[in-house]
């Protein structure tokens, strides 16, 4: 029986790396995982991590591929010996953090480059035999930031919206060859990436005005609280790419938490903003957490089931 053919980019750390040794070492050895990262170097924990998982001979294979370069996703995409890709799993994503007026140009220009051009990209190098195939699926790694205003996550939450915006407009196209596309919303996961954001946390703080270095302060303690309180582990979000992967008929969105959903809710009940922005405002710069945030930012706690597709 032919293996379906997964190629994910981002494969580094965090959920590509997990997602890769999930599908690798999954008991039925149905998949062949291309795993994908910007720099080959960078390959060591993902080699370690499938030795000691005891991922089959020929499950597993890591391919050099940078979302910012055309011609290295085209080299990634011939170096894929069956000559197909059944699953594509876009993941490579950059954060960037602080007040928006400090941000320099370079790490703006970067950020939107990986999350936005680089999905970009990749879908222009794959979608086309897939449409030829009539078969195909496409696995986007999304984010509550692509769903609701993040404070100081300004053009974070711009790339990720943008994201939004070009998954939904394709799963709408393309149902008639057989693709389909969805997105895994997820919300606070424990991995690497707050270390790896561009410019560092903060940017250029000295920058700011007194009274948004205060506000950024706080936010601070509102995302060491939420971290504690409701990341999950990587592996438990990958339970969620394989329902999409697996389901007959996938959604277009999927979530690996339920607990922020009230406030994207939100935004649609009252289309003016106004509801979401006070809720959103007074959750994460109150100057004492009052119980009610916790309703404010969603229902069931750690532990709790992924969310039913919407």
């Not at 710069?285 to 969603?298: H, I, Q, R, Y």
Request: charged content about 25%.
């Amino acid at each position: 029986m032919d293996r379906t053919v997964v190629l994910i980019t981002g494969c580094s750390s965090g959920i590509g790396l997990h997602l890769a040794l999930r599908l690798a070492s999954d008991p039925s050895q149905r998949f062949k995982v291309y795993a994908t990262l910007r720099d080959l170097r960078a390959q060591g924990p993902l080699r370690e991590a499938a030795q000691s998982r005891g991922c089959p001979p020929g499950s597993l294979e890591m391919l050099q591929l940078d979302v910012r370069d055309a011609d290295s996703v085209a080299a990634a995409r011939a170096r894929v010996t069956e000559g197909r890709v059944d699953v594509l799993v876009c993941n490579a994503g950059r954060g960037l953090l602080g007040p928006l007026e400090v941000q320099e140009a370079g790490a703006v220009g970067s950020v939107l480059d990986v999350n936005v051009a680089g999905t970009v990209r990749t879908l222009q190098a794959f979608l086309p035999d897939m449409k030829r195939r009539r078969s195909g699926r496409v696995l986007v790694t999304g984010s509550m930031g692509g769903l609701m205003g993040l404070p100081f996550n300004a053009v974070y939450c711009a790339s990720k919206f943008a994201i939004e915006g070009l998954c939904e407009s394709l799963a709408v196209m393309l149902p008639p060859f057989g693709v389909h596309v969805s997105l895994i919303e997820c919300g606070p996961v424990r991995t690497a990436f707050q270390e790896k954001l561009e410019g560092g946390p903060g940017g250029a703080l000295d920058r700011a005005d007194a009274e948004t270095r205060d506000l950024f302060s706080r936010y601070q303690r509102h995302l060491e609280r939420i971290f504690h309180e409701a990341a999950q582990d990587p592996e438990e979000v990958t339970e969620v790419f394989l329902a999409a992967l697996r389901a007959p008929r996938p959604a277009l969105r999927y979530f690996s938490t339920e607990r922020f959903l009230p406030l994207v809710r939100m935004r649609l009940t009252d289309p003016s903003g106004r509801s979401y922005v006070a809720a959103m405002h007074r959750a994460v710069f109150a100057d004492e957490p009052a119980e009610e945030s916790a309703a404010d930012l969603g229902g069931p706690g750690l532990g709790a089931p992924p969310a039913a597709p919407q």
